[in-house]
Every structure is written in C-alpha cells, then in structure tokens.
C-alpha cells in the first residue's frame, strides 16, 4: 500500500491504496502527468503500510516494556549478585530471611537486613539490586526516603548516591530483634 498526494498547479490528489489501483487511476485522471510522476520518485515521502512494508528495526516501545531489567553488575564494579550470595552464607540467614526481609516485613526492616548481613556502605540502588536479586521488589527511591528518616541507625557518606552504614547500636538492635524468637 502506497500514500501518494500529488499537485499541480492549481489541482491536487491525494491517493492511498495498491500501486496497481494508484497507476490505474493516475493513468485515467492524471495521463499527461502519469510517466513523470511514475519515473521519477516524489519530492515527499511515501507512506508505505500494510504486507507490502519493507522490515523496518521496530521502534521500542515505551514503558515498563523497553525498561532494562537490573543489571547483575552496576556501573560502579558491585556484582550484586556476588553479594546476594554473601547474605545467603551468612550464619543468620534463615532468621534474615523469614523477619527481616520476606513479603511480610516491614520495608525498613529488608533494608537493614541487607545492610546488616552485607556490613559496608550500599547506595539504595545497591539495596534495590540485592532485594532484587533475592526475589523481593525494592523501589530505590522508597529506600531513599525511609533511609533518611531513620537518622540515628544509619551513617550516610556522599552526595551522589548517598551511601549508608548502620550504626553499632543499630546493628546490635537488630542482631537482639532477629534471635527474639530463638531464644
């Protein structure tokens, strides 16, 4: 299928369908002009559409559909997938698991529970990543947001990203919540 709009002078037509049908009718309505307008190509793009369509690269759709899921590796060197594996060696993992960072917690406590079991300074990305990793979705800027409000348990280094750190107190109040139920 073709789109053809042709003008001359003072008369116009606008043409959609098969070329056979586009040649037919320019060649009964449009003779004088028919050769040149078949011979050489128009001064505007053709619309081409239908099974008549060269393959194009398709444009990517926009949305959640063209987003790139996380990356096992960022930018920054931190293979999270590396560290996931960390946290499921650590000697309480089981605890971590079922309070700290399953479907029922609380999204604070996934966070310190990374934060805990890794023991160094992660941005929220890095805390998204590694929830993700391990099966559980994380929105870095919840993260972000519930970090900040928690003042005295976490340290924050930098700007860009804000990195975090739990404080002792904070990692001896966790370790205190998370045996709670094995004493």
């Not at 060649?27 to 505007?44: C, F, G, L």
């Not at 917690?105 to 590694?130: C, M, P, W």
């Not at 340290?155 to 001896?172: E, I, L, W, Y």
Request: charged fraction near 30%; hydrophobic fraction near 35%.
């Amino acid at each position: 299928m073709i789109k053809l709009q042709i003008k001359v002078g003072t008369s116009e037509i606008q043409l959609e369908g098969k070329i056979e049908d586009v040649e037919l009718i320019l060649s009964k309505h449009w003779e004088p002009y028919v050769d040149a307008i078949i011979s050489t190509p128009p001064p505007q793009p053709i619309e081409v559409r239908g099974t008549d369509k060269p393959s194009a690269t398709p444009k990517p759709r926009k949305g959640k559909a063209t987003r790139a899921k996380h990356k096992a590796t960022s930018e920054n060197g931190k293979d999270y997938q590396e560290l996931t594996n960390i946290i499921k060696e650590h000697a309480k993992f089981d605890a971590l698991m079922s309070k700290a960072i399953n479907a029922n917690a609380s999204a604070i406590d996934r966070y310190k529970g990374v934060l805990f079991a890794l023991d160094r300074e992660l941005s929220a990305v890095d805390i998204a990543n590694v929830l993700t990793e391990l099966g559980v979705k994380a929105d870095r800027s919840n993260i972000l947001k519930s970090l900040n409000k928690q003042t005295s348990s976490f340290f924050k280094n930098g700007s860009n990203p804000v990195c975090f750190r739990m404080t002792q107190k904070a990692k001896d109040d966790f370790t205190a919540w998370l045996s709670e139920d094995d004493a």
